[in-house]
């Protein structure tokens, strides 16, 4: 079963979601805890059912699909210096369609982080993945790009120095290079931003960011100037908040924004609501588009080795014609022992551009190993 992204946050809001975290006494992950050199393999067995394999609004044709994904992290993490090689690679047997038999997903790359002074952070992202269901690459939209041939390119590095005991400054760049049939789109996205701990609760922000979006023989610029806000409500509660006007070179004017309320009802129960505005291109398409996406997340863990997550999600993208997309999800994961996991999920999506809907269901179980190891024991 591919591992999806439930929470798809705008990567800047993830960056005001750290600092926010940083007034939040997290206990780290046994895997990470102390430093040294570490493998962490994971690979998943499944049988998945989907009704509408090539995403269409008719004649839909539906298929049992056996998938082997594999995946992976190996280096070195410690506090000064973390660098970790990451790899991925989706295999798929279609019982009806046996034309698109094959290597349906890769994905390599780096996480790489650095202090080399205590008030120095330096740090670069960067993944190439390949996948023949260009939807993934924009799986909080719901929206349906059929299947063909897509590649993503993201690279994102940046630059965090503390100017003082509660401020910090932040430098970005956000590099991203996608390709799907004969459509080629490049957005280039530098980023400064100034944040300061107002309280021990409190931490605001401003940001500035110029926005360039190339395809073909076209280019869309933007400036952005967004105000952040992030307060931990209570110990089991956060609010963060970022919003602003986005100036396009073609006069326009936008707002861009995001937003996340958290809670943790009890140790086992913990919901989170998530909304996301701002401009992006989808593979397969060269123009811009203007997108909205409103999430809801409820975690559940009902027994010691039982997880349910549900998510509900909206949105609309806006290009020439508007695309609106309900969906919801269900995902389980028991755990058999510490290293192999039963997993199951359910995904219904609904989207309609222009009176015509397209319904799209995927039901999968499987099996789940994941055995992380620290090589230098």
């Known amino acids: 079963m591919r591992r999806t992204r439930v929470v798809p946050i705008h990567w800047t809001l993830g960056m005001l979601g750290a600092a926010l975290a940083s007034l939040i006494v997290v206990q780290p992950s046994p895997v990470w805890a102390q430093a040294g050199w570490y493998y962490l393999p994971e690979a998943t067995l499944s049988e998945t059912f989907d009704d509408n394999i090539f995403g269409v609004p008719s004649h839909r044709r539906w298929d049992f699909i056996t998938r082997l994904s594999s995946?992976?992290?190996?280096?070195?993490?410690?506090?000064?210096?973390?660098?970790?090689?990451?790899?991925?690679?989706?295999?798929?047997?279609?019982?009806?369609?046996?034309?698109?038999?094959?290597?349906?997903r890769t994905q390599s790359g780096i996480e790489a982080q650095w202090m080399p002074l205590s008030r120095l952070t330096l740090r670069l992202d960067g993944a190439f993945t390949k996948t023949q269901t260009p939807s993934e690459l924009v799986s909080n939209l719901g929206v349906e790009l059929g299947r063909q041939s897509s590649t993503d390119l993201t690279v994102v590095p940046s630059a965090s120095y503390r100017l003082q005991h509660t401020t910090s400054l932040t430098a970005s760049y956000n590099y991203r290079r996608t390709e799907s049939g004969d459509v080629t789109t490049t957005t280039q996205e530098p980023r400064l931003r100034l944040s300061e701990q107002f309280t021990r609760v409190d931490l605001g922000s401003i940001t500035y960011a110029f926005r360039l979006i190339e395809s073909a023989n076209s280019s869309v610029s933007s400036n952005l100037v967004m105000v952040g806000w992030a307060r931990r409500l209570s110990r089991s509660a956060s609010l963060i908040l970022e919003a602003g006007p986005r100036l396009s070179d073609r006069g326009g004017v936008d707002a861009e924004a995001n937003a996340t309320i958290s809670q943790r009802w009890a140790p086992s129960l913990e919901t989170a609501l998530i909304y996301t505005r701002t401009q992006i291109t989808l593979p397969t398409q060269s123009a811009p588009s203007n997108t909205q996406s409103l999430v809801a997340q409820v975690t559940a863990v009902p027994l010691r080795s039982l997880t349910l997550a549900l998510t509900a999600s909206v949105?609309?993208?806006?290009?020439?014609?508007?695309?609106?997309?309900?969906?919801?999800?269900?995902?389980?994961?028991?755990?058999?022992?510490?290293?192999?996991?039963?997993?199951?999920?359910?995904?219904?999506?609904?989207?309609?551009?222009?009176?015509?809907?397209?319904?799209?269901?995927?039901?999968?179980?499987?099996?789940?190993?994941?055995?992380?190891?620290?090589?230098?024991?």
């Open 71 to 104: 995946s992976g992290k190996v280096g070195y993490r410690s506090l000064p210096l973390t660098f970790l090689a990451t790899g991925a690679v989706d295999g798929e047997v279609f019982a009806r369609t046996p034309d698109n038999d094959g290597i349906n």
């Open 315 to 377: 949105s609309t993208v806006q290009q020439k014609d508007e695309t609106v997309s309900e969906g919801v999800g269900l995902a389980a994961v028991y755990r058999i022992t510490r290293w192999l996991s039963a997993v199951a999920s359910y995904r219904f999506n609904h989207s309609e551009t222009r009176g015509v809907s397209t319904d799209h269901s995927i039901v999968s179980i499987g099996l789940q190993a994941r055995y992380p190891t620290r090589l230098d024991d």
